[in-house]
């Protein structure tokens, strides 16, 4: 029987047979050697490292037979007792770990034994079918495959058990980011675009899941929110625990909201400016920050960010404001704000690169294993000292945290909820890109490869690349479209360099590429158009060939987001294509602030005075009326 001891460990091999006669034995190795001095049924190794053998029974009638094969395998781990029996002995314990969804674990136990110890592994206290090795391995970790797993070694002297390991998921970091930059009726942003996607990979380095998302209307907002919103666990839940019965399992997040754009401050409560904000805007044309916070803390969230790189400027209404509820401090909750109270929040392009101050040095710092409250200061220290807003913008922090928490903090939740999974696929329909497609062009044998990648959850760029070019095609021209045809943001003027930038790190040097904005006004299926102009090698004749491809609701188009109502037809969209990375050239934007002079993010709000007019009307937002909470819905 195979056996499983340490080094140098003396170890007797035997086999018992039966025959006519005398009967003779050989035993040889895993080289099928004959073993000097094997001709007994015992056989006495010590060895340094594992071996096989078997043995050959025969008889003088020339009759044999072989036994298995048995495996004397040396584990280079702690020895056991001089008094050991050869009953299962533990060496290695399976180890508890946190892993990502969707990702693979293993687990492991191994002992030693004489003879070699059989494996059964548990979950639960349940027993786990077919997994009766020393190596378990889970593949596609999901809210079903966490918990408490044992081994149980056997064999037949004694019966031991592993020590527990508990397996969770580390998924319940998860950030929503907003960037508006392109206002119908206000000055136009630079910054927000490379704020929200610096922002967003370095949180995903922190294990965050993320849902970036630029230039939203009013509804675009509050459906962003909503879906935000479902992706936090409401605290307490119950559910059932093989080895300890009914009880109840605690499921939290840590969540983090981001806003970079226009905005302002009344009567204490901020203000999100959508893009579709009218001039003069009311408080019902924009999305106030503390009902926002007050739907997060009511998920009991074990940590609430909320960081806004946005103007605080005070408006107030003429005439007696209304009573506003203070929201209960339910704690664990930290508010950044790039700038103080009737303060105005500046951007600065330096270098090229369009950047708010206060999200560069948030960006500098956020990666630190510290308390959020201490990277917040450190922001702080670092924009008090730059030159450019001096006295002029002041990082101003508020919390409530009741226990030290980091943004690197590993979230850990076990236990088997509906929850857990409701909020995977909700984050999964946000961020789910069209795999690579091929597509073939047959009359002129050319294959047009199309690749994708999400530059933020509402924006998909796709590349197309030709491959097998043969000697039928010359001079190719490859041109992407897509049906309906959707707009390109970064097409306006000043976003050119930028955006060229971002593309490049995708590591794709494409043929064409085509980029596709405002995914969440898409009411059906995207289709691209590709389409192929080439020479005809013999005839000379300059032809074109077409193919489409439906790609279905990419990104954050899979939450139909638009049913909210119909898609504002107003602004025309256009296609962008180009045939080369480095070709992509826009006019420069009206609003872009000179090369290292800070730009207000304060949205102007008063009526312009028309040709004929002599006097300027300079209406300040109303206030609308918040003691009924139950107007302000998501």
């Known amino acids: 029987m195979s056996v499983c001891v340490p080094p140098n460990h003396e170890v007797t091999l035997r086999v018992q047979a039966k025959g006519t006669g005398v009967l003779k034995y050989q035993w040889f190795d895993k080289q099928q050697t004959e073993v000097v001095g094997g001709t007994e049924p015992e056989l006495t190794v010590s060895l340094q490292k594992t071996g096989k053998y078997i043995c050959r029974v025969s008889d003088l009638y020339c009759n044999y037979q072989f036994t298995e094969w048995v495996k004397v395998r040396i584990l280079d781990e702690p020895g056991v007792s001089r008094t050991w029996r050869g009953e299962p002995y533990i060496v290695v314990h399976p180890i508890s770990q946190t892993v990502k969804p969707g990702e693979t674990f293993t687990l492991k136990c191994t002992a030693f034994g004489k003879p070699a110890p059989d494996y059964q592994w548990y979950r639960n206290g349940r027993i786990l079918p077919k997994q009766t090795t020393e190596t378990l391995r889970i593949e596609n970790a999901s809210a079903e495959t966490v918990g408490s797993y044992l081994c149980a070694v056997t064999n037949s002297l004694e019966e031991r058990w592993s020590e527990a390991a508990d397996v969770e998921i580390a998924t319940d970091k998860v950030a929503l980011l907003i960037g508006n930059l392109n206002y119908n009726c206000h000055p136009g942003l630079m910054a927000p675009t490379m704020d929200v996607h610096e922002l967003a990979n370095l949180l995903q380095q922190l294990g965050f899941r993320v849902v970036s998302l630029l230039d939203l209307t009013l509804q675009e907002m509050q459906a962003a929110i909503d879906k935000f919103l479902q992706l936090l666990d409401r605290g307490v839940y119950g559910c059932r625990v093989c080895t300890h019965g009914s009880g109840l399992i605690e499921v939290k997040v840590s969540a983090l909201f981001y806003y970079a754009g226009h905005g302002y401050e009344h009567s204490g409560r901020n203000y999100l400016v959508a893009i579709d904000a009218p001039r003069p805007y009311r408080t019902e044309n924009c999305v106030c920050v503390?009902?926002?916070?007050?739907?997060?803390?009511?998920?009991?969230?074990?940590?609430?960010?909320?960081?806004?790189?946005?103007?605080?400027?005070?408006?107030?209404?003429?005439?007696?404001?209304?009573?506003?509820?203070?929201?209960?401090?339910?704690?664990?909750?930290?508010?950044?704000?790039?700038?103080?109270?009737?303060?105005?929040?500046?951007?600065?392009?330096?270098?090229?690169?369009?950047?708010?101050?206060?999200?560069?040095?948030?960006?500098?710092?956020?990666?630190?294993?510290?308390?959020?409250?201490?990277?917040?200061?450190?922001?702080?220290?670092?924009?008090?000292?730059?030159?450019?807003?001096?006295?002029?913008?002041?990082?101003?922090?508020?919390?409530?945290?009741?226990?030290?928490?980091?943004?690197?903090?590993?979230?850990?939740?076990?236990?088997?909820?509906?929850?857990?999974?409701?909020?995977?696929?909700?984050?999964?329909?946000?961020?789910?890109?069209?795999?690579?497609?091929?597509?073939?062009?047959?009359?002129?044998?050319?294959?047009?490869?199309l690749s994708f990648s999400a530059l933020f959850s509402n924006v998909l760029v796709v590349f197309g690349t030709l491959r097998n070019t043969r000697a039928v095609a010359q001079d190719c021209t490859l041109i992407l479209e897509s049906e309906p045809r959707m707009q390109d943001i970064f097409s306006a003027s000043g976003r050119s360099e930028e955006m060229d930038s971002l593309l490049a790190n995708s590591g794709e040097t494409p043929d064409c590429t085509l980029r596709l904005c405002c995914l969440q006004r898409l009411q059906g299926s995207l289709v691209i158009k590709v389409t192929l102009h080439y020479t005809h090698t013999q005839t000379k004749e300059r032809l074109t060939e077409s193919r489409e491809l439906d790609i279905g609701r990419p990104l954050i188009a899979s939450c139909k987001m638009n049913q909210m109502r119909p898609v504002d037809r107003r602004q025309d969209s256009h296609v962008h294509t180009v045939d080369h990375m480095s070709n992509l050239r826009y006019p420069h934007h009206q609003n872009h602030p000179r090369l290292g002079r800070p730009y207000t993010r304060k949205a102007e709000n008063r009526l312009e005075s028309s040709a004929k007019s002599t006097s300027v009307s300079s209406n300040e937002p109303e206030e609308n009326d918040e003691n009924d909470s139950n107007e302000f819905t998501m």
């Open 290 to 449: 503390q009902r926002v916070m007050l739907s997060m803390q009511e998920r009991k969230s074990q940590l609430n960010v909320i960081l806004l790189d946005t103007c605080r400027k005070w408006y107030k209404q003429k005439g007696p404001s209304s009573e506003i509820k203070p929201v209960a401090p339910l704690g664990n909750t930290v508010y950044g704000y790039a700038t103080s109270e009737d303060a105005e929040a500046f951007e600065v392009q330096d270098g090229g690169k369009s950047t708010g101050i206060f999200t560069k040095y948030l960006n500098k710092h956020v990666l630190k294993p510290e308390r959020v409250t201490h990277v917040l200061e450190q922001v702080s220290e670092d924009l008090g000292k730059d030159p450019l807003v001096r006295g002029r913008q002041v990082v101003e922090i508020r919390h409530t945290l009741k226990e030290p928490r980091a943004l690197t903090d590993p979230v850990r939740t076990s236990g088997h909820t509906m929850e857990l999974r409701r909020r995977d696929a909700c984050w999964k329909q946000a961020n789910v890109l069209p795999g690579r497609r091929s597509l073939d062009f047959q009359y002129c044998g050319v294959k047009v490869e």
